[in-house]
């Protein structure tokens, strides 16, 4: 596609529930990246993936994240027992490069609400 | 992990004036320092980015320079206009260590006519 496109745009849900955020990152780009971004602040990093692999899965911030990349292309965070914490726009990025230096393009995001 | 602080939260300048924002990084080991730009409900998006190899990089009315010695660099912004007002991002990551880009957590940049 032209851009990193994101699914669902908005998602509201109830406590406790299981949730699945997907990332159609631009053809070819190796690199994808989750973020989070609370309100004012600025993206908070989650995981990023080289190819099929998690490279660095140091942001995730507990077992109740996680998010695969099976065939190296499209991503799915999943996010199990959800809580009002998780309230956020949760941004996808990709990047052309092999390194983790270059240009990152964002999706629009996914906003989580939970209720 | 690397730890990217960011100053100041907000700032606001009159049409035509210079603004300059500050970031400090944690990790030595960081070599790449990108700018992103973030319009009211869009994505980020870069805007400049300098690699530790440089000291200084211009494009336009933006400029980025870089101290690695005291592990700062700073985003600068001439001749402002009303189209630059927007949330301002700086981050930080590492090639040889493998590291996702780091970002501050961002300021917010008003221009008034």
């Known amino acids: 596609g032209a851009g990193v496109s994101q699914t669902p745009s908005n998602k509201v849900t109830e406590k406790g529930k299981y949730v699945e955020l997907r990332c159609d990152p631009i053809?070819?780009?190796?690199?994808l990246y989750w973020y989070r971004q609370s309100l004012g602040q600025g993206p908070e990093f989650l995981i990023y993936?080289?190819?099929?692999?998690?490279?660095?899965d140091s942001g995730l911030p507990n077992d109740r994240f996680f998010a695969v990349r099976p065939e190296g292309s499209v991503s799915t965070l999943k996010i199990q027992r959800t809580e009002r914490g998780d309230s956020a726009v949760y941004l996808c990025?990709?990047?052309?490069?092999?390194?983790?230096?270059?240009?990152?393009?964002f999706g629009e995001g996914s906003r989580l609400t939970v209720l | 992990g690397e730890n990217v602080e960011q100053h100041p939260s907000t700032l606001s300048v009159q049409e035509g004036d210079s603004a300059v924002i500050k970031c400090t990084y944690s990790?030595?080991?960081?070599?790449?320092f990108p700018w992103y730009k973030q319009e009211l409900g869009k994505r980020p998006q870069l805007i400049i980015d300098?690699?530790?190899?440089?000291g200084e990089k211009k494009d336009q009315r933006i400029a980025v320079t870089l101290n690695k010695t005291a592990k700062h660099f700073s985003l600068h912004i001439t001749e402002t206009q009303p189209e630059d007002s927007a949330v301002y991002f700086c981050?930080?990551?590492?090639?040889?260590?493998?590291?996702?880009?780091?970002f501050g957590k961002g300021t917010t940049l008003s221009v008034s006519s």
């Open positions: 990025a990709s990047s052309r490069q092999s390194s983790n230096t270059g240009e990152l393009f």
């Open positions: 053809s070819g780009h190796t690199a």
């Open positions: 993936f080289q190819g099929t692999g998690a490279a660095d």
């Open positions: 990790d030595s080991a960081s070599n790449y």
């Open positions: 300098i690699r530790s190899n440089v």
């Open positions: 981050a930080a990551s590492s090639y040889q260590a493998g590291t996702a880009l780091i």
